[in-house]
């Protein structure tokens, strides 16, 4: 209990003198741990001083009995306002046969650390019991360290909370934006399962995200699941995890991730890639909030909030019996819908000026001005790819690095984005508009123009492009120019 890193200091409160001697005097064999650094004689001075002079001090040892009239629990509780971890030890005059437990009960309700009762006045030399009296100095000033330390851990855990909220700020202030963060900021506020829908690069894991960390869940663990990313096999033993000896070459029990999420927030993207079994086994954890590991009887009690997303048609899903109907309308109880940037055309300079701005910073490059013909053009792109694809193109409309981007240097961003994607997506072409059913012929020339521009891509010359199309080179020089290619 000696074991004390420097000097406890004290702010003593007391008015009489002869009692200030004993306390000095009951302390003096560990003057090198302990020391009275101020002594005042009134709660108005103390709370002066405290206020003054922060940090100063670790404990206060307050007479109950002062003059001033600010004293008793209303000083603790102002003290306790300045720093609360102060600790303070109060003494009060001794009164035999006095068994008043609500007085002494109130003052450690008002935030004393513990509470004594003065000698009575004959006797000269200690104020009380001088080894009780030391040893709860230093069990004070142990609580008092405990506290600054969980208080600067738990400050350090609100500012990295405050930093991911940050990076991952949602931009948007259209009216549908507007909305979807009104629902996370209600949602976040309750532990109800959520599903997130929407196309891809809408996005829904910045949404789940903010769910999580403007949650009272926020300082637990945010655990992303791309069910779609895990082999059929794992899934299960990833998510509930298994006990050692379940199966061959399980030689030590591994925690599924719902245990790793314990008190925190489990986010299930792409849920519908979930395999069957492991949809019947997710719906017991809501239903229950218990988990089923596998090699072990009895289930294990959870509290993890369910987010999951999705950017397929989950209904669909339903009715062909790849998802199971009860593990979907248990998902459901909140959607949030993250709509197309295409339905928020009135965001799109506003992303273009926060991406343009981080990016840049982020290459080590000046911030490149857009001008009116090239900002009108990407309003009015289509944005197959939505938020996901206009980062993209921001990143490339740098690396023409040009101080002024033009039209023709957003149409060369987008172009290069659209023809890998060709190969790479299922959904090139959005077959509606903004409702409207884009008539055949337009959608031919689009996906001609595409198909032509991905083969022209991928060869080295045009001869070899119009091989690969089976044209004549006359007519593949005929039609590039239908198409406005060339
Ligand atoms: N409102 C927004 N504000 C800022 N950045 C955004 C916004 N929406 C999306 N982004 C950014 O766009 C990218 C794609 O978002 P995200 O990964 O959340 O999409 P998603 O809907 O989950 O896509 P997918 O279905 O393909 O998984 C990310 O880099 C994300 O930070
Ligand atoms: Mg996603």
């Not at 006990?243 to 299930?268: C, M, W, Y």
Request: hydrophobic share 40%.
């Amino acid at each position: 209990m000696l074991n004390i890193d420097g000097q406890i200091k004290i702010l003593l409160i007391e008015d009489e003198e002869y009692d200030v001697r004993r306390v000095k005097n009951t302390i003096r064999p560990f003057e090198d741990k302990i020391k009275i650094n101020e002594v005042v004689s009134n709660g108005k001075a103390a709370l002066e001083i405290l206020n003054n002079r922060r940090g100063e001090f670790d404990l206060v040892i307050m007479d109950f009995q002062i003059a001033g009239g600010l004293m008793g629990e209303e000083l603790i509780v102002k003290i306790k306002e300045i720093d609360s971890s102060l600790q303070i030890i109060v003494i009060t005059k001794m009164t035999i046969n006095l068994s008043d437990y609500d007085f002494a009960s109130n003052l450690l309700k008002a935030g004393a650390y513990w509470y004594c009762t003065k000698y009575p006045g004959d006797i000269e030399e200690f104020i009380y019991q001088p080894t009780d009296f030391v040893i709860s100095i230093f069990n004070a000033y142990q609580k008092r360290l405990l506290e600054r330390e969980s208080s600067k851990s738990h400050h350090k855990l609100r500012i990295s909370v405050e930093n991911i909220l940050k990076q991952r700020e949602i931009i948007g202030e259209s009216p549908v934006m507007l909305k979807l963060k009104e629902a996370i900021l209600k949602y976040s506020q309750n532990n109800v399962t959520t599903l997130v829908r929407g196309a891809s690069g809408t996005g829904k894991e910045l949404v789940a995200y903010n769910i999580h960390y403007k949650s009272e869940r926020k300082f637990e663990n945010f655990i992303v699941i791309n069910c779609g990313s895990i082999p059929n096999e794992l899934v299960e033993s990833e998510l509930f995890g298994y006990e050692k000896g379940s199966f061959t070459g399980a030689d030590k029990r591994k925690p599924g991730l719902f245990e790793v999420a314990n008190k925190g927030t489990i986010f299930l993207d792409e849920v519908t890639e979930l395999p069957f079994s492991a949809q019947v086994k997710l719906l017991r954890v809501i239903q229950d909030g218990e988990i089923e590991k596998i090699g072990r009887t009895e289930k294990i009690r959870v509290d993890v909030r369910i987010i999951a997303a999705t950017n397929r048609n989950i209904e669909e899903e339903v009715r062909h019996k790849n998802f199971r109907e009860d593990l979907y309308y248990r998902l459901n109880v909140l959607p949030i819908f993250v709509p197309e940037l295409k339905q928020r055309k009135l965001d799109i300079p506003l992303f273009v000026d926060y991406f343009l701005t981080q990016e840049s910073r982020e290459m080590g490059k000046d911030k490149p001005l857009i001008n009116s013909e090239a900002m009108s053009f990407l309003i009015h792109y289509g944005w197959p790819g939505n938020v996901r694809e206009l980062k993209n193109i921001v990143q490339r409309i740098l690396f023409i690095d040009e101080e002024i981007i033009t039209e023709a240097h957003v149409k060369m961003a987008v172009s290069l984005f659209d023809s890998p994607l060709i190969i790479e997506s299922k959904e090139v072409f959005s077959l509606q508009n903004d409702g409207r059913i884009i008539p055949l012929r337009e959608i031919e020339k689009e996906f001609r123009a595409k198909y032509f521009t991905f083969v022209r891509n991928n060869s080295e010359s045009d001869t070899e492009a119009a091989k690969k199309l089976g044209l004549a080179p006359p007519n593949y020089y005929r039609m590039a120019k239908e198409l406005g290619l060339k």
